[in-house]
């Protein structure tokens, strides 16, 4: 028996229940219930409560990205720099929470900002009045934050350790100010890393679940909420094809910011994570 | 990086420090609270241990312990046997169908959770598959696979390609120098590979909320149900226990590689 | 000795062992297993240890926290179950679309028990397929602290209060609000009146009183001074109130739902006559007033109706009186309406 057989289990296994199941999303997303070929599922998402799921969800996502490059470029040029003694087990701690489930960190930030949860004594105790987050977008955004920026400090913090250093000097040789290092030669450097970092943290916050709905008490809910909802709720005959269409979409805004990372970073060089 | 002043470098403690209690404080919080004699999250009456007790006599936690275990334990050998088999037979393929089956691995890595939960339960239910503990265990396999692979494929490439022609040569059959040869050369990998993947299933709440029903529900959902009740210290209980978990078999895994290159 | 001692000890062990198994197989149902697919929270727990040491038939208890969630389970085929406990206007749907199977009453001798206005009722004729389990109203549940008029009406949910406002994360519950509050009827099948509703409950919650959609956190929150006011049933009602003194509960003076959960057994079931035997057994007066106790529902069993104190007399949760039933209405099924579809509709706008 030649090696290569070795790999049919995992290629017959692997084509059953990753690629055959998205066969099923696709043909669900263009046909009737009863199995005809048709557009109209996807016209559904003309209608304005769709379109404004999934503009709140790309609102919010976005809002998250940008906050998690905001702390995390710091987080990660730091972790990098060579004085730094602790770096090693700071990117581990960092990175620790990304292993933990997400429903159990999203638990976590309920108990610390319901109102009548740790802060709000903390706030009480401080003698500042109570504040509700619960609810708002910002307890949302706050939520996605925490649950995904490891995902960029990772892919950073990996293409700035791998930068060669001789660089920076020559910058600095040449009379650069550390403003204009950082901003012209380590920035610009970095952008792989970015972009990867980008990616990892909009396409789970696009398609989260959960997260939105028990941080506002339900009165917030985004794209992932939404699938859920016709799937499992909806009593409408054309659920399936609907919520299938739905998926798709999700999909294939995945695919084109995956397409789009391969064409920053074409040797995935920013690749932490896969 | 660009040489730091004394300024810099306290503004880079303080970064540090905050950054940590944000991640961290809210962890601890819940930890705290688990032993927390009142149900109150804003003040503390006192050490108990109540909430642990509870929870090891919920009759449906514990279920779902031992569902979740169990389909962690299922699908992990599973994935292990087969994804080791596949990285051997891919290493011996020709680079282009080794990239075309590679590339597979990544669908799932890359499919939002949702889609693949979505998808599976699209497929389970149009087979009239009733949904239970084994389409469970079957989707976790699926995204296991890909981090044994992951896993065990460097090691692979690590090995010397002469070893095993070398055992053939001296008379060894062609499945005692895979067992013999190549198996104690990976067993790193494979372990590594094996730990990544339980650890993948014991976290998984969105591929197994829609693969799975209420009635085989795995201690992710029963969170998510329980969420819907409000919070409960028994379920601090349960998270400081899975959190605590969750760490060892890092610590684990941290021990045979390390935790950045994963 | 201390051999001999051990050796003793075995023997006693061994003669226990033996006499618990033969107990066992006495029972009627020992080794089989039922599966019950009840609400969240919605019964004592104790009740199904009772269960299983009468009878030796294992209950492998799964819950939900809707109709609607539980219909597309069951209606799927996804799952199969014994027993299922859906409200009114789903067991309708359920005996249309041929989901659930007609009971053997022989097996169900407790139904004498049931209160003579909970037999026969017009969604199932003669109690063909379900056994009332529990019943109640819905209604809003209020802090007099936070919220110092009384309140009379479902307006008061478009009203600002001193603490936060709840809905309820459920379809008919919430729809039929936006419909009685525009003096319609709460089954409507007209899609103007349907669309009125949609126009209010969007109004509601664009209108920035409104702090969430939430299911069984509310009773919590409301007990722990964390709401002033939310739309509940009249069990999580009284649970509150028993927590939280501050805290009524209202019937809204336009009317509202009064609903009935039934005990049934759909038709993909593995094993009737033990999920039948479970059914006869909640309708025992001394298990119903055990679930009633812990859950603060009403039950319909005659023995716990006629013997309630005077305290559960007097409650508008518990017994509510003839005049404000009157003013409350069952759901019907939507499902063959033929504005029916505006339902889910209408709630996905308001959710999402």
């Given at each position: 028996?030649?090696?290569?057989?070795?790999?049919?289990?995992?290629?017959?296994?692997?084509?059953?229940?990753?690629?055959?199941?998205?066969?099923?999303?696709?043909?669900?997303?263009?046909?009737?219930?009863?199995?005809?070929?048709?557009?109209?599922?996807?016209?559904?998402?003309?209608?304005?409560?769709?379109?404004?799921?999934?503009?709140?969800?790309?609102?919010?996502?976005?809002?998250?990205?940008?906050?998690?490059?905001?702390?995390?470029?710091?987080?990660?040029?730091?972790?990098?720099?060579?004085?730094?003694?602790?770096?090693?087990?700071?990117?581990?701690?960092?990175?620790?929470?990304?292993?933990?489930?997400?429903?159990?960190?999203?638990?976590?930030?309920?108990?610390?900002?319901?109102?009548?949860?740790?802060?709000?004594?903390?706030?009480?105790?401080?003698?500042?009045?109570?504040?509700?987050?619960?609810?708002?977008?910002?307890?949302?955004?706050?939520?996605?934050?925490?649950?995904?920026?490891?995902?960029?400090?990772?892919?950073?913090?990996?293409?700035?350790?791998?930068?060669?250093?001789?660089?920076?000097?020559?910058?600095?040789?040449?009379?650069?100010?550390?403003?204009?290092?950082?901003?012209?030669?380590?920035?610009?450097?970095?952008?792989?890393?970015?972009?990867?970092?980008?990616?990892?943290?909009?396409?789970?916050?696009?398609?989260?679940?959960?997260?939105?709905?028990?941080?506002?008490?339900?009165?917030?809910?985004?794209?992932?909420?939404?699938?859920?909802?016709?799937?499992?709720?909806?009593?409408?005959?054309?659920?399936?094809?609907?919520?299938?269409?739905?998926?798709?979409?999700?999909?294939?805004?995945?695919?084109?910011?995956?397409?789009?990372?391969?064409?920053?970073?074409?040797?995935?060089?920013?690749?932490?994570?896969? | 990086?660009?040489?730091?002043?004394?300024?810099?470098?306290?503004?880079?403690?303080?970064?540090?420090?905050?950054?940590?209690?944000?991640?961290?404080?809210?962890?601890?919080?819940?930890?705290?609270?688990?032993?927390?004699?009142?149900?109150?999250?804003?003040?503390?009456?006192?050490?108990?241990?109540?909430?642990?007790?509870?929870?090891?006599?919920?009759?449906?936690?514990?279920?779902?312990?031992?569902?979740?275990?169990?389909?962690?334990?299922?699908?992990?050998?599973?994935?292990?046997?087969?994804?080791?088999?596949?990285?051997?037979?891919?290493?011996?393929?020709?680079?282009?169908?080794?990239?075309?089956?590679?590339?597979v691995s990544y669908l799932p890595m890359t499919t939002p959770d949702i889609v693949t939960g979505v998808s599976l339960m699209l497929m389970y239910l149009f087979c009239h598959v009733p949904l239970g503990k084994w389409t469970m265990i079957f989707a976790h396999i699926a995204f296991d696979i890909p981090y044994v692979l992951f896993s065990v494929m460097p090691k692979l490439r690590q090995m010397n390609p002469n070893l095993y022609e070398a055992a053939l040569d001296l008379g060894c059959k062609p499945l005692q120098a895979l067992w013999k040869v190549i198996i104690p050369e990976i067993t790193p990998g494979i372990f590594t590979g094996a730990l990544l993947a339980f650890t993948m299933s014991l976290d998984d709440f969105v591929i197994s909320y829609f693969t799975s029903s209420d009635m085989y529900p795995n201690l992710s959902r029963i969170v998510y149900s329980s969420t819907k009740l409000g919070v409960k210290p028994t379920m601090y209980a349960l998270s400081t226990l899975m959190f605590i978990t969750i760490l060892i078999l890092l610590v684990l895994v941290n021990r045979r590689t390390k935790l950045e290159n994963l | 000795m201390k051999k001999l001692a051990i050796v003793l000890l075995v023997a006693l062990l061994v003669a226990?062992?033996?006499?618990?198994?033969?107990?066992?197989?006495?029972?009627?149902?020992?080794?089989?297993?039922?599966?019950?697919?009840?609400?969240?929270?919605?019964?004592?727990?104790?009740?199904?240890?009772?269960?299983?040491?009468?009878?030796?038939?294992?209950?492998?208890?799964?819950?939900?926290?809707?109709?609607?969630?539980?219909?597309?389970?069951?209606?799927?085929?996804?799952?199969?179950?014994?027993?299922?406990?859906?409200?009114?206007?789903?067991?309708?749907?359920?005996?249309?679309?041929?989901?659930?199977?007609?009971?053997?009453?022989?097996?169900?001798?407790?139904?004498?028990?049931?209160?003579?206005?909970?037999?026969?009722?017009?969604?199932?004729?003669?109690?063909?397929?379900?056994?009332?389990?529990?019943?109640?109203?819905?209604?809003?549940?209020?802090?007099?602290?936070?919220?110092?008029?009384?309140?009379?009406?479902?307006?008061?949910?478009?009203?600002?209060?001193?603490?936060?406002?709840?809905?309820?994360?459920?379809?008919?519950?919430?729809?039929?609000?936006?419909?009685?509050?525009?003096?319609?009827?709460?089954?409507?099948?007209?899609?103007?009146?349907?669309?009125?509703?949609?126009?209010?409950?969007?109004?509601?919650?664009?209108?920035?009183?409104?702090?969430?959609?939430?299911?069984?956190?509310?009773?919590?929150?409301?007990?722990?001074?964390?709401?002033?006011?939310?739309?509940?049933?009249?069990?999580?009602?009284?649970?509150?109130?028993?927590?939280?003194?501050?805290?009524?509960?209202?019937?809204?003076?336009?009317?509202?739902?009064?609903?009935?959960?039934?005990?049934?057994?759909?038709?993909?079931?593995?094993?009737?006559?033990?999920?039948?035997?479970?059914?006869?057994?909640?309708?025992?007066?001394?298990?119903?007033?055990?679930?009633?106790?812990?859950?603060?529902?009403?039950?319909?069993?005659?023995?716990?109706?006629?013997?309630?104190?005077?305290?559960?007399?007097?409650?508008?949760?518990?017994?509510?009186?003839?005049?404000?039933?009157?003013?409350?209405?069952?759901?019907?099924?939507?499902?063959?309406?033929?504005?029916?579809?505006?339902?889910?509709?209408?709630?996905?706008?308001?959710?999402?």
């Amino acid at each position: 028996m030649k090696r290569s057989w070795y790999a049919t289990p995992y290629a017959l296994w692997m084509l059953l229940f990753a690629v055959v199941p998205l066969l099923f999303v696709c043909w669900y997303a263009f046909t009737t219930p009863e199995g005809a070929f048709t557009l109209s599922n996807f016209q559904e998402f003309v209608k304005p409560r769709y379109l404004g799921v999934i503009v709140r969800s790309l609102k919010l996502a976005v809002y998250c990205t940008v906050l998690c490059l905001l702390i995390g470029y710091p987080t990660a040029y730091f972790l990098a720099g060579r004085d730094f003694n602790h770096a090693q087990s700071l990117v581990v701690l960092i990175l620790l929470p990304m292993w933990m489930n997400l429903l159990l960190r999203t638990y976590a930030m309920m108990t610390l900002l319901d109102d009548n949860g740790v802060l709000n004594a903390a706030l009480t105790a401080l003698g500042l009045g109570k504040i509700t987050v619960i609810g708002t977008e910002g307890a949302v955004v706050l939520g996605l934050v925490y649950n995904y920026l490891p995902f960029m400090v990772l892919p950073i913090y990996t293409v700035l350790k791998k930068m060669d250093y001789s660089v920076i000097e020559a910058a600095e040789d040449l009379g650069c100010n550390p403003i204009r290092v950082i901003t012209r030669v380590v920035i610009p450097m970095s952008v792989p890393g970015i972009v990867s970092g980008i990616t990892m943290v909009f396409m789970p916050a696009v398609t989260s679940f959960a997260i939105s709905t028990l941080l506002s008490n339900g009165k917030i809910r985004l794209a992932g909420d939404l699938i859920d909802y016709i799937f499992n709720q909806s009593s409408n005959p054309t659920r399936w094809n609907i919520g299938s269409s739905f998926s798709l979409i999700m999909l294939v805004l995945i695919l084109i910011s995956i397409g789009f990372l391969r064409k920053v970073d074409p040797d995935n060089e920013g690749g932490g994570m896969w | 990086m660009v040489k730091n002043t004394r300024a810099a470098k306290t503004f880079r403690t303080v970064w540090m420090a905050v950054l940590m209690l944000f991640l961290y404080a809210p962890i601890l919080i819940m930890i705290a609270l688990s032993f927390n004699a009142s149900v109150s999250r804003s003040q503390w009456t006192g050490f108990t241990l109540d909430w642990y007790v509870k929870l090891f006599n919920d009759p449906a936690i514990l279920g779902a312990l031992k569902t979740t275990i169990e389909v962690a334990v299922i699908a992990t050998i599973i994935s292990t046997v087969i994804g080791t088999l596949g990285a051997i037979g891919m290493h011996s393929m020709g680079s282009g169908m080794t990239n075309v089956l590679i590339n597979v691995s990544y669908l799932p890595m890359t499919t939002p959770d949702i889609v693949t939960g979505v998808s599976l339960m699209l497929m389970y239910l149009f087979c009239h598959v009733p949904l239970g503990k084994w389409t469970m265990i079957f989707a976790h396999i699926a995204f296991d696979i890909p981090y044994v692979l992951f896993s065990v494929m460097p090691k692979l490439r690590q090995m010397n390609p002469n070893l095993y022609e070398a055992a053939l040569d001296l008379g060894c059959k062609p499945l005692q120098a895979l067992w013999k040869v190549i198996i104690p050369e990976i067993t790193p990998g494979i372990f590594t590979g094996a730990l990544l993947a339980f650890t993948m299933s014991l976290d998984d709440f969105v591929i197994s909320y829609f693969t799975s029903s209420d009635m085989y529900p795995n201690l992710s959902r029963i969170v998510y149900s329980s969420t819907k009740l409000g919070v409960k210290p028994t379920m601090y209980a349960l998270s400081t226990l899975m959190f605590i978990t969750i760490l060892i078999l890092l610590v684990l895994v941290n021990r045979r590689t390390k935790l950045e290159n994963l | 000795m201390k051999k001999l001692a051990i050796v003793l000890l075995v023997a006693l062990l061994v003669a226990a062992l033996s006499a618990a198994c033969l107990a066992e197989a006495d029972k009627p149902f020992a080794g089989t297993e039922i599966k019950v697919y009840n609400w969240e929270d919605y019964i004592d727990r104790e009740v199904l240890n009772l269960f299983e040491e009468e009878t030796g038939c294992h209950v492998n208890y799964v819950t939900f926290s809707q109709n609607e969630d539980m219909y597309t389970k069951l209606s799927t085929g996804a799952e199969s179950y014994d027993v299922v406990i859906p409200s009114e206007y789903m067991i309708e749907r359920l005996i249309k679309e041929d989901l659930i199977a007609e009971l053997n009453l022989d097996n169900i001798p407790n139904l004498e028990n049931v209160v003579d206005s909970m037999r026969d009722p017009i969604y199932d004729p003669g109690n063909a397929h379900s056994i009332p389990y529990m019943w109640g109203t819905l209604g809003i549940v209020y802090n007099t602290e936070m919220v110092t008029e009384p309140v009379t009406s479902w307006t008061a949910l478009l009203e600002k209060h001193n603490g936060k406002t709840f809905m309820m994360d459920s379809m008919r519950d919430s729809l039929a609000i936006g419909l009685i509050v525009n003096g319609y009827d709460l089954n409507s099948d007209n899609a103007e009146e349907l669309e009125a509703a949609r126009e209010w409950l969007l109004a509601q919650k664009d209108s920035g009183v409104l702090d969430g959609y939430i299911l069984d956190q509310a009773k919590d929150m409301m007990a722990g001074n964390e709401a002033a006011m939310a739309v509940m049933y009249s069990g999580d009602a009284l649970y509150a109130m028993e927590k939280n003194d501050a805290l009524a509960y209202v019937i809204p003076d336009e009317g509202s739902n009064v609903w009935v959960d039934g005990m049934c057994v759909p038709k993909s079931a593995q094993n009737k006559e033990a999920a039948e035997c479970f059914i006869n057994f909640m309708c025992r007066p001394d298990i119903a007033r055990m679930n009633m106790d812990y859950i603060y529902y009403s039950s319909p069993i005659r023995q716990v109706a006629e013997n309630l104190s005077e305290e559960e007399m007097a409650s508008t949760a518990m017994s509510p009186t003839d005049e404000m039933l009157e003013r409350c209405e069952f759901y019907i099924d939507i499902s063959t309406f033929e504005n029916g579809w505006l339902y889910d509709d209408i709630w996905m706008d308001v959710l999402m």
